[in-house]
């Protein structure tokens, strides 16, 4: 196997894991950052408001309605451009993965939806 054919196989998985340590060390930073802010407003004696001391899990819940919205568009999207691309319905398969996973995602908020008008 030539340098290119090893780079072709092995650049998918650096980018992946490089992508995820982006991710994780602006969180530290921001994280870092933040608390930086409280401890000096804390030596200062300034009053914090409780949005400052919330975290982000607390800020950003996510409605699963989008998120299956948004995992059926992906799956579309993948599908027609991989049906585009390749010009087969072998390939353009993989779109029907996310497709799927996001109307089980919509049929699971609609049947928790039902659940809990019928329990009012």
């Known amino acids: 196997m030539d340098l290119e054919g090893i780079f072709a196989i092995v650049s998918p998985f650096i980018t992946a894991i ?3 340590l982006i991710v994780f060390i602006v969180k530290l ?4 950052s933040r608390n930086e802010v409280i401890l000096k407003a804390l030596e200062h004696g300034v009053e914090l408001s409780p949005e400052l001391l919330k975290t982000d899990t607390e800020q950003k819940k996510r409605d699963p309605l989008t998120s299956a919205l948004v995992t059926i568009g992906v799956g579309i999207g993948l599908f027609i451009s991989l049906y585009l691309f390749f010009d087969q319905l072998k390939f353009a398969a993989f779109g029907l993965i996310p497709l ?4 089980g995602q919509l049929v699971g908020y609609l049947i928790n939806k039902n659940k809990g008008e019928t329990n009012k």
Do not use: A, E
């Open 18 to 20: 490089s992508i995820i």
């Open 100 to 103: 799927f996973i996001g109307l």
């Open 29 to 32: 930073k921001r994280d870092k």
